[in-house]
């Protein structure tokens, strides 16, 4: 490859993963690289995704971003765009038939409450947290140096954090002296509103889970819509971008000098472009993508297992007699839920009070659709309701196996990090650590 040609990069997927990829290449590359965004949607984001309620957008996907997540917060200050703060209180713990745990009117008595029910428990599980967040930050200095790790596995293990993802949840807390009843109420309804799973997912993602309920930091979203990032970085990056182009194939082009090979993308309408490297920033075992004239090993052929979870946007007043009580007033804002098979939903959040005189707007998340029969025994009055059906995020179990960033040299996939953690910083960091693997191979390419 002679020094002063263009390197052409392809980029499948538009989440935030795949604009995260193409904004990291420009800022390092600028004009030296040509990007070109494949996306088979009409639009940018991904599992970044709003919908209307009402006259405003609220998110039905990625949500809320931990003030620690570095990435993100100062991409964010970077391209522009405000940040609005995210705060949860007023939490319930619905059992299925009563709120075992219900934070107080003040910091004070939340606290006391929290050692009534639970001793000690919170007290113990916050270092561990901390703990996390201090080891996963490790990151952000080790990719500033060029660091680029092969797999997952190598990444978590050079942070130390890689033991916590081979183990389940029950038995890591446990182990550190946490209450049976504090991992079945209190930690199991964070992880089912954050993950629609409970503490059978491996602890380092639960610890992850309990910072997104602001443990050791605040919580911010995105005036306007999360979307926005996704396009900010798009727009920065100069990348080309094809929206309503499913990728289809990648075909190997072998050089039969041995110095680099090249990749020919194929899109549904059949249309072809060539590119020196690829990077996938999707779920393979979903992107429906063959790949002629290469071998996938048998840990990039996964088909890793996805939770489902169905959003719900209703614009009403809930029924406060479902949970036994007088006023729809005396419900938490926020409900989250015990793991019992009797509870139809992960987690109930009140988004907005009062929009219009009598209506508020609530998010639930569930693992099954909401039954209109279901929806008119939880609301008391509704005026609208909308829904939308995720397969999520990876079933987080500890796993014997995990696919790699690199598929062959020249083709890397940043969705590998979901097997570990699923957020958008994560995948961010996925972005990163691909692209500095990238630009090792067109150095070597090029020296
Ligand atoms: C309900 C829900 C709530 C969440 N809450 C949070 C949260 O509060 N905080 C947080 O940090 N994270 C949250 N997450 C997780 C976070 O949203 C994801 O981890 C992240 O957005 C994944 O980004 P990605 O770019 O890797 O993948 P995706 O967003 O899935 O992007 C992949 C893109 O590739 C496109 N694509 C797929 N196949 C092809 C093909 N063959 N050709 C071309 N394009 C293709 C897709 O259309 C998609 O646009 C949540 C996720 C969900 C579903």
Redesign the pocket.
Known sequence: MENNSKFRVAI????????AAAYFLHKSLGDQVEIVV????DR?????RSIKVGDEEW???????HSE?QYLSTIVDELGLEKKKHVYNDIGIWSGESFPFRTGKTKVGTLFNVLVRYGTSLVKAQPLVKDMIKKLAQIYFLQEKGEGYTDPESLFKKLGLYSLSQEKSYDYFRRNGISDRFIDEFMNGVSRL?YGQDASMHGLVNLVSLA?ASFGGYLFAIKGRNSQICEAMLQNSSAKVLKN????SIQKIEDKNNTKNKYIVT?EDGTKEEFDYIVI???LE????DFTNLELEENNRLSRPYQV?N?TYVSGKLNPNYFGLMKTEQIPANILTQENENIPFSSIELCKKDKVPGQNIYRI?SRQKLTEDLLNKLFRERAETKSLV?D??PVLTPAAAWPSFVLEQGIYY??AM?SAI??????VM?SKNVVNLLLKDIASAIS
Do not use: D, L
């Not at 940018?44 to 970044?48: D, E, L, S, V």
């Not at 979903?286 to 993508?289: G, N």
């Open positions: 499948i997927g538009s989440g935030v993963s795949g604009s494949f996306e088979k949607e940018i984001g991904g599992r970044i998110e039905t996907g990625g949500s809320i971003i997540n954050n997104g182009n499913r990728v289809t899109v920033a999707t779920p979903k992107a429906k993508i979870t959003v998340f995720w999520a995020y940043v969705n979901e699923s957020t958008m910083e994560t995948e996925g």
